[in-house]
């Protein structure tokens, strides 16, 4: 196997917009507000800026194709700006790509952003496209939360959970992630909740009710991203490097063949192994400090616990009724919010997870501060179960 | 008479699973026709919204067909309805096209009279005669618009007979028939209009059933040389009555008792489809062989066929047909859905319904029996079968490179691995139902649902495959067609054939 990313690269600066539905801001607003919150954490100019990274995923009510957005936005020095889309896994694309520029020596200092302006469509929800000219002809015109929903009724199959059990589960969820997001002054949602108002709500997707689908945000993150010695050279402390990131993509195995039984995301697996042998953690369940997930919905946070190997199989319904999730749980997850409170502006998510890890790495969370996390795993997820794109990144204090 | 035996050779038919109550229509309208409240009885048969002409017609070609992959022995279609989607794509290519039919075969669109359904079989009968197609089949099919609170909207109901024709055991041999063409026009509908103009009915009974049909049926009865007292089975769709049909037989020297049920207690006048609709649940439930059967359609004239019966009829007892279809209906109270699906109303549909529907021909095409028969592909080598069809094999143990065949799904047995019941995206009947369908044999296919039971959908549950409309294109006036999965309740299981329903 290659010598792998971990501790090659060093986050330098990091910022992420206010999220949520921004009827004051377009993605240019959004994306000059993450980027000058980094630009400051970082303390470089714009002309120490190599190459950039820019993920955005609807160009048609967001920010429009090309690189260009992001150059003309922020003024870039003429730089190369490579867009980046793999559905809501983007952002982590973008960091990904800024990384490996720094790890390859092509880059000293690169940028990673990631934006999306959503609530530009009149109505609530993502915007509907289409897929190319095949798909729609054959392929169900259902929502996100109807394909993400699916994981219930396939998960209740293989471990005969009951509606109820695994309802109030699901809730529990939402009900940990908003009680993080009330801390949370970036949060697009930053009300408490009651399981009982998660049961009663009204129904999206059946079982997702309105409280088990995230938040349909505006927004941007940004990450600065160096060598460790650069970063130690400008005068950096407690730096944070990267640990591993892996991407594991879908090729039609879960909706063409039949060995995949609908309750898990096969990606996430794969992914997860591979970043841990990157990052050399051989327990997650012990080693890992926290986490933000990809809980777009409920049910997708509550699988994704046994595909991290978090949760043995089978058993993330009692992990997440035990508290084992809660901020002060064993691993805490979501600890700012998540996508369900702190919002899903699709391009920008994957760089807001990390955000909150390098915050918390960095003992700079506030009223969310975690004590002495050492090891932050992000898990950003791009498509549906049963076609998708799965990004694992681990980030942790240099030497961790 | 032919010297070779010609005639019918099997049967197949389908309603559509809802039954508008007319009691729902009668009380939706007794305040502009409150003369409606006395006809509010029975129920007539009301398409999904997903259901046209073309589907219809295929579901019934489908139980005429049986499961049976190879269907290359069919080389004639003959297609009659006058609401068929398409002025100019041929309709019967699309139901060829879903039926996995051979390239080779005739396809004909037969339309503008209430006669196309009985044309179009006398066209089958003509060339299987005439040796230039030995397995034809017909259907017939009608899915009918009218306006709110007309009789026709009472009188009417949706659904498809389909019948195969040809010299090898043959169920009903032909006997003989007439055509007679005369310009009566007791109704039109003009080509760009959507609804039908209607002329006096009493005019219609008087001067066109009454003196027309007998004058077809004495021309039938002659060309086949069978005598009136020998018809034990009279066919013939009207919305006049059973004992306005009792009437006309008993005119033409044939016993009232011949006179076969409309249909119009729990199906509703099916229009083109109608005769052939009758024919098929009469040959299910009242004729036995060596009996004859006169099928009539009037409309711009009249056409008569006769029939007689032989003891291969009991060879289609399997045949849902039109008695099985009658069987399985779901009773519909709300007349508001029956005027959305019909598009009788504007209605909110939000902006999600804004997505345009535009379909690349060129990708339909080379994608079409993937799109239009549901084929994918199966491995020569390894025998795993999967959907789409690609050059490189989904198989994860081994991806051979164009080692795929055609292999058909639309018949295969089915379950659920995944759904749910989507109150966000845009359907014409929320909540919109879809999910993984995995198929026994292998492959799956994530796919709409329709004809749900909302409430009675879970993993494990078993699914049938029909063709229906995806989408409709209203800007550009296409629809696009693709395959959807129907739950299968116990209730619904319970009663697959006519015979069950028995």
Redesign the interface.
Known sequence: MASGIKDKVAILGMGCSKFGERWDAGPEELMVEAYLEAMQDAGIEPTQIDAAWFSTHIDETGTGKGGTPLSMALRLPNIAVTRVENFCAGGSEALRGAVYAVASGAADIALALGVEKLKDTGYGGLPVGNAGTLIPQWAPSGSAPGNFAQLASAYRAKHNVSKEDLKRAIAHVSVKSHANGALNPKAHLQKAITEEQVMNAPMIAEPLGLFDCCGVSDGAAAAIVTTPEIAKALGKKNIVTVKAMQLSVSNGLESQHNSWDGSYFHTARIAAKKAYLEAGIQNPRDEVSMMEVHDCFSITELVTMEDLFISAEGQAVKDVMNGFYDADGKVPCQIDGGLKCFGHPIGASGLRMAYEMYLQLQGRAGARQLKDPRIGLTHNLGGAPSQNVCSVTIIGAHGA | MAQQSIGLTGYGGYVPRLRLQRKAIAQANAWVAPNFLGKGKGERSMANWDEDAVTMAVEAARDLLGTDDDRSHVDALFFGSTTMPFKDRLNAGIISAALTLGENIRAVDVASTQRAGTSALMQALTTVKAGEAKHAIVVASDHRKTRAASAQEMDFGDGAAALSVGTENVIAKYLGGTSLTIDFVDHFRGSTDDFDYNWEERWIRDEGYTKIVPRAVKAALTEANVSAGDIKHFVLPTTFGVKFVQQLAKMSGIAPEAARDTLDANCGETGAAHSLVMLVHTLQKDVKPGEKIMVLHFGGGCDVMIFEATDKLSTQADKRGIVGSLAQGTPENNYMKFLTYNGLVEWEK???AE???K??L???YR?ED??MGLVGGRCTETG?V???R?RIS???NRHTVDTQEPYKFADRKAK???????????SMSP??H???V??DE???I???FTDVEQGTV???MEVRLVFRI??VDEKRGFR?Y??KAVPVTSTSANSKTGQAAE
């Open positions: 939000g902006m999600r997505q345009d529907k379909t690349a060129t990708t339909l994608n993937m799109l795993v999967q959907f789409p690609s989904v198989n994860p659920i691995l995944s759904w749910s019941a989507d109150f966000l995206s845009f909540p919109n879809y999910g993984m995995v198929f292998g492959g799956r994530m796919m709409d879970d993993s494990g995806k989408d696009k693709f395959w």
